[in-house]
């Protein structure tokens, strides 16, 4: 009940051919290969030109992350300050009750 039964593997069917013979092949010299064409200097611009549009895209995109983490961690600071205040009052409450009970 607790140990897996793992199916048999079948055998393969159809026809198995046998693995092809490799015969070694000789190594003729031949002529020296010619050397690389000199190539052409890199350009002197930039390769990513920043246009007005991907550049307000840019600042539109950085704008909203900054905003979106700004919201995240104000709600993150209010939870804990409502948190604190909550315990606050809590540990008043039962410091009342206590003094009150040593009272009677």
Known sequence: MFRPKHPA???PTGTVT?????E????????PAPSP???APAPSRPVFQLTPGTALALVGGGTAVV??????LVSMLLAAAVTAASLAICAL???S?????HRR
Do not use: D, E, K, S
Not at 24 to 31: R, V
């Open 67 to 72: 905003l979106v983490v700004g919201a995240v």
């Open 93 to 95: 409450v039962i410091r």
């Open 37 to 39: 064409a000199p190539t």
């Open 97 to 101: 009750l206590v003094n009150a009970q």
């Open 9 to 11: 593997m079948p055998q």
């Open 18 to 22: 046998p693995p092809a013979v490799v």
């Open 24 to 31: 070694p092949t000789t190594i003729t010299p031949g002529t």
